[in-house]
């Protein structure tokens, strides 16, 4: 026998279901007792004796966690009503009526084609044990306990096919809600990424490059005093100058070291713990699906903190059209830092695609344009080249900044 179905929670419908199931079945016992004592008949007490009997079986096996658990012991406990059932019928006609509950509990217990062949089989015992007390073979014999299985076996399935509906639709419930906390966390996320990004760069592009300017200026002014001859006698109003400005251009340089600390503490955690060609390496090392390889070409230099940012987030974003829509076996990321530019290449031999499509409004999302805007917004130039079939080649170059 195949393992017992899966239990199922308890729903007020199913409660309801099983409970006129058994009321139904102690109805119908004690109707064929009632019936038996009232017009005499020769094996009343056999009757009332084995309806109490099927009863207190039944009872035990509603109330037995074994049942509801385990194929083998619902098949022992559906054995035993059967035998009892039995001898009830084969004394009383009135216990064909007990053979429709039966139906229902059959089915319920037992996997679809046991249930099925239970039902079958109480069905001809009930007809046979009709047949045996009428003495006569007419229609109803057979009708009665047939309709009676047909209608319990399209009940059952009906209500197991009703069932699993709900059960999809509960299950899809559950996952559209899940997928809005995961996007509303991921929205969330993306806001303080972004926010952290803004304000390093705020920092980087007003604070910092006024605070580098003003210590130029001040060294500049040092310099030209520290060459006036008259600096040299004290207590010269040079001299006193020549002090205060040595004294503000260390404040400068340590407000710039400050602002600095505030730009690395606001960059991505990709990039806190070390370099962008080290983040890029991690993404390479860390990618699911095709072989990724990432190589540096030229001498690497320190970029601004924008600059590492965009070309991090581009090479993720590319990486992940990879990942989900190229079917590439192999993709290559190359770092290229040159005299006055820094320059991203991702490449994959994957099933490429129309690159003149997705500029159309072709059904591309917006990864390219998102990468295309991080790329202009820094000055620099966004490129891709692909074919259906021939792989895909992204480029990003951006101009570094003229240092002072």
Do not use: K
């Not at 990039?271 to 962008?276: I, P, R, V």
């Amino acid at each position: 026998m195949s393992a017992a179905p899966p239990s199922r929670p308890l729903t007020p419908v199913t409660r309801v279901l099983r409970l006129c199931l058994h009321a139904l079945l102690l109805g119908l016992l004690a109707l064929a007792s009632a019936r038996a004592v009232a017009d005499s008949a020769p094996h009343a007490g056999w009757v009332t004796g084995l309806s109490a009997l099927l009863a207190a079986v039944y009872a035990a096996g509603v109330r037995a966690p074994a049942v509801h658990r385990s194929a083998r012991a619902a098949g022992l406990w559906l054995a035993g009503v059967g035998a009892v059932w039995a001898a009830l019928l084969a004394v009383s006609p009135d216990g064909v009526w007990v053979a429709f509950p039966l139906y229902f509990l059959e089915l319920h217990l037992l996997r679809l084609r046991w249930g099925l062949a239970a039902v079958a089989a109480t069905a001809c015992a009930a007809i046979g044990g009709f047949l045996a007390h009428s003495g006569s073979v007419t229609p109803g014999a057979f009708l009665g306990p047939l309709l009676g299985g047909a209608v319990a076996v399209a009940t059952v399935l009906g209500y197991q096919a009703l069932y699993r509906e709900s059960e999809r639709r509960r299950e899809l419930i559950e996952e559209l809600i899940a997928t809005r906390a995961e996007l509303a966390a991921a929205e969330r996320g993306a806001g303080i990424l972004a926010e952290r990004e803004r304000l390093a760069r705020e920092i980087h592009d007003t604070l910092a490059q006024g605070l580098s300017s003003i210590q130029l200026l001040l060294r500049a002014a040092e310099r030209a005093l520290s060459e006036d001859p008259a600096a040299a006698v004290p207590p010269s109003p040079a001299a006193a100058a020549l002090g205060h400005i040595a004294r503000a251009r260390e404040a400068a340089q340590d407000n710039l070291a400050e602002a600095r600390r505030f730009v690395r503490a606001l960059t991505p955690p990709d990039l806190e713990h070390g370099s962008l060609a080290a983040a890029l390496e991690r993404l390479c090392s860390g990618a699911p699906g095709p072989r990724v390889r990432f190589s540096v070409s030229g001498t690497p230099r320190a970029l601004p903190t924008p600059y590492e940012v965009a070309l991090l987030r581009i090479a993720q974003s590319a990486l992940a059209n990879v990942v989900r829509h190229a079917g590439a076996g192999r993709a290559e990321i190359t770092l290229t830092f040159m005299d006055s530019s820094v320059t991203l290449d991702v490449v994959d031999d994957g099933r490429g695609f129309d690159p003149a499509g997705v500029a159309a409004g072709g059904d591309g999302g917006f990864g390219l344009p998102a990468m295309r805007a991080r790329a202009e917004s820094l000055g620099g130039l966004f490129t891709v080249e692909s074919d259906p079939g021939q792989g895909t080649a992204v480029a990003v170059t951006l101009p570094l900044p003229v240092e002072a």
